[in-house]
């Protein structure tokens, strides 16, 4: 559909090949991006109407590098660009010759017209005869946005009506705190309008539904890229952590209360010096079984989690990453609910420190911040225990081919010394 106009466009140009069949999928992009950003943007004189929002998107289609064009000196010009840009020049001018837009010249308004479910309204294709004997160009721009859509087009029309309300639109001009105000307020818009429940579990009032859940959250960003961020941080991160580590009494307990926003939380799992090399994270949680108890231990500086969403301000709970530790064996990084914060006072619990991470290059409605921990104590039943569990009297075990395997290597008296790590591993880099 779209290589066939971009063909006869380019003729025998240099490197045709390779740009037609580079063209249709960033074409895809453009076409998308512009069409999102025309369907989000506010009524007004100045917004070009259905039909010239077809003709450009055609035009981008058939040249390709068009924008470009009118702004670069042709002698800086590479030579398909160069004839790109007669080719739009000579497009332009079939134009004021052509039928209007949709009609080929054989052929009436009403059978090139076609619904355009997208915007809820009728339109011409984006058609037009060309005078030169060169085939014109035919796209059906309300089906071509109708497969963009996908198959979550229900959901993604729904989230993109909800994010054109203006109380989920970014305001300019706010302090990064009222910034922060905002966004957290806007969650609750989105509770309210079942927006994020749909990845949860059906028993807890949720859909199952994970595709759906993905669309409708990726639409979310044309409102405030703070608002959709926050809401991955509280749903996508701390609310499915809990949702796919933790087991059935898991969901029973937190996910309620996470779903509705009164337990705004964290994913805390990256530490100021362990990013992606996730495994070297340094956080202890270390089984004490005279109390049923794990003990989360932040061993040094660089091991504080780091540029955490919610824990400079919000966040009432977290889903921790920490090495767990029993019986003298580290078994590697496991995932632990833990309270953060005292519900009425905002204060952090015992044991538990932070800073903000402040003003950020951008998402700076989102309280990013650090958190340490000084032999807190949970209960052993806060493991999110999915994929590896530890019995009262610490035994390990897991149900995963990959840790259990791992664990009994551990067990092993021949290897036992290997696997043993009461003593953090050591900082990746130094920090004051
Ligand atoms: C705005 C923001 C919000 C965040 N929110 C959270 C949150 O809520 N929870 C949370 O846990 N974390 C959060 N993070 C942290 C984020 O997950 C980390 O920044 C990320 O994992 C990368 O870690 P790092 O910054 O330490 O970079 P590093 O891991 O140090 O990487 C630095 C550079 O080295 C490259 N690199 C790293 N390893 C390799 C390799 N093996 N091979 C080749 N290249 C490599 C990286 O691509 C990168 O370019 C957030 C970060 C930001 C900026």
């Known amino acids: 559909m ?104 054989n052929s009436t308004a009403r059978d090139t017209t076609v619904p355009n479910t997208a915007v809820g309204k009728t339109s011409a294709p984006a058609a037009a005869g060309s005078s030169s004997g060169t085939p014109a160009p035919v796209v059906d721009v309300a089906a071509l946005g109708e497969l963009l859509l996908g198959k979550w087009a229900e959901t993604r029309r729904a989230s993109r009506a909800l994010a054109g309300r203006p109380e989920l639109h970014k305001t300019e001009g706010l302090t990064h705190t009222e910034h922060r105000q905002r966004a957290f307020g806007q969650l609750r818009i989105l509770v309210e309008n079942g927006a994020v429940h749909r990845a949860f579990p059906v028993s807890v009032g949720g859909a199952d539904e994970h595709g759906g859940n993905v669309a409708g959250f990726q ?9 959709q961020i926050k809401a991955g941080v509280q749903w996508g991160l701390f609310g499915s952590a809990v949702n796919h580590l933790g087991t059935a009494e898991h969901h029973e307990k937190w996910l309620p209360g996470i779903m509705s926003l009164d337990i705004p939380g964290c994913f805390a799992m990256t530490e100021t010096g362990h990013g992606s090399d996730v ?77 903000d991470d402040g003003v950020k290059g951008g998402l700076n409605g989102i309280d990013n911040g650090r958190l340490h921990f000084t032999h807190v104590r949970i209960p052993r039943t806060n493991l999110l225990n999915r994929y590896g569990n530890v019995d009262a009297d610490g035994s390990y075990s897991s149900p995963s081919p990959a840790r259990a395997a791992a664990s009994s290597r551990c067990s092993a008296p021949w290897s036992r010394a290997a696997c043993r790590s009461t003593a953090p591993p050591s900082p990746r880099r130094s920090w004051p």
């Open 219 to 227: 639409e979310l960003v044309i409102a405030d890229p703070s608002l």
């Open 2 to 105: 779209i290589a066939r106009p971009m063909r006869n466009h380019l003729g025998d140009s240099a490197g045709r090949e390779a740009v037609i069949g580079y063209w249709p999928n960033a074409a895809i992009g453009l076409v998308r991006n512009a069409g999102e950003q025309w369907l989000a943007s506010p009524e007004s004189p100045s917004k070009p109407g259905q039909e010239a929002m077809a003709r450009q998107i055609t035009d981008w289609l058939c040249l390709g590098l068009a924008p470009s064009c009118a702004r670069q000196p042709r002698a800086r010009q590479h030579r398909l660009q160069h004839r790109t840009c007669q080719n739009q020049r000579r497009n332009r001018h079939d134009r004021t010759r052509r039928p209007p837009l949709g009609r080929s010249p």
């Open 279 to 355: 495994a070297s994270i340094a956080t202890t949680a270390t089984y004490d079984p005279a109390t049923e108890e794990f003990v989360v231990h932040t061993p040094f500086r660089a091991a504080w989690k780091d540029y955490i969403g919610n824990a400079a301000v919000d966040g009432l709970a977290a889903v921790v990453f920490a090495q767990l530790v029993t019986q003298g064996v580290n078994h590697g990084v496991h995932a632990f609910y833990m309270d953060l914060r005292d519900p009425g006072t905002k204060e952090f619990l015992p044991g538990i420190g932070g800073e």
